[in-house]
């Protein structure tokens, strides 16, 4: 195998691995707060660690497909999100710090909005950071309409989701999670799928 089709593999793989993820998370629904306990909460800092990687692949699959058209505008969409996926990851560890303190209902929901209030560089490090990363699917989305590597309507996806990212996650809108979930994963999943199937695509771009 020679580097180019391993590079398009290992790329798609991760599409197709982070669109299963997003269909785990609709599997498994959203946890409420006041349910959060030391195993679910565990669970999802595996998860979170698991996604950055994943995405991590998935920016360089997009980047290489749009850098023939929209080079600028993909490497700043994937810069954005990557960025804000570190996010997920720390907010995990500040839950899980928080449930050994006090592990009761509502707990972990309560200490984060306390650090989120009273320590300003906690504040600045998580929510802005966190906004990169829609912000950086919506830029992605873009640059995939504009180089149109594949059919625009898959760019119009990613922007889509990236839009309904923070009404689920930020503002607890549920129907805005699952409508997310799935639209990232119908993305992810024709990206990987189109990169498997056409290995011209890796090769034009």
């Known amino acids: 195998m020679n ?30 707060a006041g349910t959060l306990t030391h195993g679910t ?14 995405m991590a692949g998935a920016v360089i699959a997009i980047t290489q497909l749009v850098r023939g058209g929209a080079d600028l505008l993909g490497l700043t969409g994937g810069v954005l999100t990557l960025l804000g996926a570190t996010v997920a990851a720390r907010i995990t560890v500040l839950i899980q ?5 006090d592990a009761s209902p509502g707990a972990a929901r309560t200490t984060m909005t306390k650090l989120v ?3 300003p560089l906690v504040w600045a490090s998580i929510i802005p950071i966190g906004l990169m990363f829609p912000a950086g699917l919506i830029t992605l989305g873009i640059a995939l309409i504009v180089a149109r590597p594949v059919h625009r309507g898959i760019g119009v996806m990613l922007v889509i989701g990236g839009v309904l990212f ?4 930020a503002m607890d809108i549920v129907p805005a999670i ?23 695509l890796w090769q034009a771009a």
């Open 178 to 200: 699952y409508a997310c979930d799935i639209i990232l994963a119908i993305t992810f999943a024709t990206l990987g799928w189109q990169l498997l199937k056409r290995p011209a």
């Open 117 to 119: 209030e009273s320590a």
């Open 3 to 32: 580097g180019t089709h391993r590079r398009r593999i290992l790329a798609a793989s991760c599409l197709l691995g982070l669109a299963a993820s997003y269909l785990f998370s609709l599997a498994t629904g959203p946890v409420a």
């Open 166 to 169: 923070p009404l689920g996650r």
């Open 97 to 101: 710090l928080s449930l050994l303190e």
């Open 41 to 54: 909460i565990a669970g999802a800092g595996f998860l979170a660690v698991l996604n950055a990687g994943l």
